[in-house]
């Protein structure tokens, strides 16, 4: 039975049922399985909960359609059960809707500050985007998870975050993807993405990684095997580059987090005993900013 034929018998009206039969091993008559047909739900902040009484935590694996929504309501919810102190954690998130993340962005940042700004060769091509609304959460620690698999969007909040001191990076360097791109359409269908200007942080850095020749220049100064096999954490806080973003380099967290005991923390399937220990050390930082 191929993939094709699967799907077809699988899907259906919604609230329609379909009779499924399991074979398992071990078992020596099959199951019969009643599922009922509706639509798969297709969030964008996967996870959102409690760490501790007073830590949250909430995973934003993309910028969608409702991603600002979803957002809001996961913080509402962790407000409402006393939360004091957040850790955001955008590590894989490729991006999405710019519009979503400065949203975002602006739930943390008082006042009116600027987010992002684009620059290109006119000046017609020119943006600037800055906090306006009063946001849920513009006080109190926050921590930003990221990793080379953070870019575009993910990019400009941990960047906006960043140059206005009110969150604390972990992680490894970002992607480096701030290009801003107009589709021009073409007579046999292709389209021609044209780059027309660059994305920038508040401060005034390119979020687009170099490009150097035609080859990327990588100029990254990673610690060797046996050094990293003697770190315990497998995150750690990375000195500023050239491109994207780079995580805060706290010398205080960095001594804290090497020599850091194991927390044991079974109630959280996506944040490991040893990031969730290097999350603890950030936050007591970020609470000092």
């Known amino acids: 039975m191929t993939t094709e034929l699967v799907y077809s018998k699988l899907r259906g009206p919604r609230a329609s049922r379909v009779q499924i039969q399991v074979h398992r091993r071990g078992l020596p008559k099959p199951l019969n399985v009643t599922v009922t047909r509706e639509r798969v739900p297709n969030n964008s902040v996967e996870v959102a909960y409690m760490v501790d009484n007073q830590t949250g935590y909430i995973k934003v694996s993309r910028f969608a359609n ?10 509402g919810d962790l407000r409402r059960q006393g939360m004091s102190r957040l850790v955001l954690d955008l590590r894989g998130n490729p991006g999405g809707y710019l519009d979503r ?9 008082a006042g009116t500050r600027k987010i992002v700004y684009t620059d290109g060769k006119g000046d017609q091509y020119d943006t600037q985007t800055y906090s306006r609304v009063l946001g849920e ?16 969007a993910a990019e400009v909040v941990a960047g906006a975050l960043q140059d206005h001191d009110r969150a604390l990076l972990v992680g490894r360097r970002t992607f480096g993807k701030g290009l801003v791109q107009q589709p021009i359409a073409l007579n046999d269908g292709s389209e021609l993405r044209l780059t027309i200007a660059r994305y920038y942080t508040p401060s005034g850095r390119s979020i687009q990684k170099s490009y150097q020749g035609g080859t990327l220049s990588m100029s990254r100064n990673w610690p060797s095997v046996s050094a990293r096999a003697s770190i315990s954490t497998p995150i750690a806080f990375i000195s500023p580059t050239r491109f994207g973003i780079a995580p805060c380099t706290v010398a205080r967290c960095m001594a804290v987090a090497v020599s850091c005991p194991t927390y044991l923390c079974p109630a959280i399937p996506r944040l490991s005993p040893s990031i969730y220990a290097v999350c603890k050390v950030a936050i007591w930082c970020a609470s000092t900013l």
Not at 102 to 108: G, L, N
Not at 137 to 152: I, K, T
């Open 66 to 75: 409702n991603t600002y929504e979803e957002f809001k309501q996961a913080l």
């Open 137 to 152: 959460f513009e006080e109190g620690p926050l921590v930003v998870l990221v990793d080379e698999g953070s870019a575009s």
């Open 101 to 109: 993340a400065t949203k975002m962005a602006d739930e943390f940042i």
